[in-house]
């Protein structure tokens, strides 16, 4: 019953910045944790960022410094700020939450539909 739903990708130059945004919508008791990961043509998917329900975060080390993760607790949201992206950068983003319904006592796992971005040179 629950869904996640991004917004924000598209196009833009190296060195620009864009704004994701994923909203978790559905019948929610509560959130473990919100993210984003990424998967380029050939490539596995990993981890961008993540945060817990108690405000820790963790990043990739090709992002660190540059992406910042944050989340909206009352609307269910969260936001990764993307500064100073570069090429390696384009791919498909994927928001991924850990989520416990409020009818079913167990968290589970939830991924968006993916939404693109692509970094020029």
């Known amino acids: 019953q629950v869904q996640l739903v991004e917004s924000g990708g598209g196009l833009v130059q190296a060195g620009g910045s864009l704004r994701l945004s994923c909203a978790a919508s559905?019948?929610?008791?509560?959130?473990?944790?919100m993210g984003w990961y990424r998967q380029a043509p050939g490539k596995q998917r990993e981890l961008v960022a993540i945060i817990i329900s108690g405000g820790s975060t963790n990043y990739a080390e090709s992002v660190k410094g540059r992406f910042t993760i944050s989340r909206d607790n009352a609307q269910n949201t969260v936001v990764l700020q993307m500064n100073s992206l570069k090429p390696e950068d384009t791919a498909v983003y994927y928001c991924y939450a850990v989520i416990r319904g409020a009818t079913v006592s167990r968290f589970s796992s939830y991924w968006g539909q993916g939404t693109q971005v692509t970094v020029s040179s």
């Open positions: 559905g019948s929610i008791f509560s959130i473990n944790a």
